[in-house]
C-alpha cells in the first residue's frame, strides 16, 4: 500500500461548491504539506502543518482552508470553488527528526472547477 | 524571499544524449538542495539531495553537484534513457542555525522528453 494516500484523485465540480480533499499517510511523520501544482509555475506551497497542533498558511492559502484531523491525516478545503482552483493538488509529508527535509508525496488529486 | 530558477524546457533528446537542466537558486540562511522527479501520472519523488557546499548528490545515474560559489545545482546525466522521460523539479530547503524548517521552494520544472 502507498505511504501517502490522497482522495479522491480527480474531481470535478462547479463554481461555489464546497470540496474537501483528503491526505492520510502511514509513514508516522509528523509534518504535512498541501501543495497545488500549475503549468510552468511549479508547485506552491498552501497550507503546512508540523504537528496537529500547528497550521501555518504557505504562499497562496486565500480560498483555501485546512484541518489536521490527526497525525496521520491532513484535508483542504475549497470553501467556494472557482475557476482558477483548477490545478494538480499534492498531498506531502516529511520528518522533523530525519532534519534532511525530503519530502514524499501523494499522487495528487487533479481538480477541475467549471 | 527564497528563489529556484531552472532552465527553460521542454528538453526532447536522444537516447544516450549528455543531459544537463540547468538550477540556480538564491537563499537565505544554509539552503539544502534537491532534484524531484515526477513520472506521468505521478506524484514527486525525490531523485536526488546535496544538504552543504560542495556536495554531489547522486542516484539512478544523475548527478548534481552543490555550488555555493555559483548558486547552482545543475542535473546531470552521462545517457539518458527512454525511461527518463518525465518532469524534473529543482527545490531547495533553508536551514538555520541548524533547525530545519522543513519547507521546499520549487522551481517551474522541466520536461524531458527521450526518444528512442
Known amino acids: 500500500d502507498a505511504d501517502v494516500t490522497q482522495t479522491p484523485r480527480n474531481r470535478i465540480t462547479k463554481t461555489g461548491k464546497r470540496i474537501m480533499l483528503e491526505c492520510s499517510q502511514t509513514?508516522?511523520?509528523?509534518?504535512m504539506y498541501w501543495y497545488r501544482q500549475d503549468p510552468g509555475l511549479g508547485l506552491r506551497l498552501i497550507y503546512y502543518?508540523?504537528?496537529?497542533?500547528?497550521?501555518n498558511k504557505g504562499e497562496i492559502s486565500d480560498g483555501y482552508s485546512v484541518s489536521r484531523q490527526a497525525q496521520a491525516k491532513f484535508s483542504l478545503s475549497l470553501e467556494s470553488a472557482i475557476p482558477n482552483q483548477t490545478a494538480l493538488y499534492f498531498c506531502?509529508?516529511?520528518?522533523?527528526?530525519?532534519?534532511?527535509?525530503?519530502?514524499?508525496f501523494g499522487p495528487g488529486t487533479r481538480l477541475t472547477v467549471l | 524571499g527564497d528563489s529556484v530558477t531552472q532552465m527553460e524546457g521542454p528538453v526532447t533528446l536522444s537516447e544516450e544524449a549528455f543531459l544537463t537542466i540547468n538550477c540556480t537558486y538564491t537563499?537565505?540562511?544554509?539552503?539544502?538542495l534537491f532534484w524531484y522527479v515526477q513520472y506521468p501520472g505521478e506524484g514527486l519523488q525525490l531523485l536526488l539531495k546535496?544538504?552543504?557546499?560542495?556536495d554531489k548528490g547522486s542516484n539512478k545515474g544523475f548527478e548534481a553537484t552543490y555550488r555555493k560559489e555559483t548558486t547552482s545545482f545543475h542535473l546531470e546525466k552521462g545517457s539518458v534513457q527512454v525511461s527518463d522521460s518525465a518532469v524534473y523539479f529543482c527545490?531547495?530547503?533553508?536551514?538555520?542555525?541548524?533547525?530545519?524548517?522543513?519547507?521546499?521552494?520549487f522551481g517551474q520544472g522541466t520536461i524531458l522528453t527521450v526518444h528512442p
Open positions: 546535496a544538504t552543504k557546499a560542495d
Open positions: 527545490a531547495l530547503s533553508v536551514n538555520a542555525g541548524g533547525t530545519s524548517y522543513g519547507k521546499l521552494t
Open positions: 537563499a537565505t540562511g544554509y539552503p539544502s
Open positions: 502543518s508540523f504537528d496537529v497542533k500547528d497550521i
Open positions: 509513514k508516522g511523520h509528523d509534518r
Open positions: 506531502a509529508t516529511s520528518d522533523f527528526w530525519q532534519s534532511t527535509d525530503t519530502q514524499y
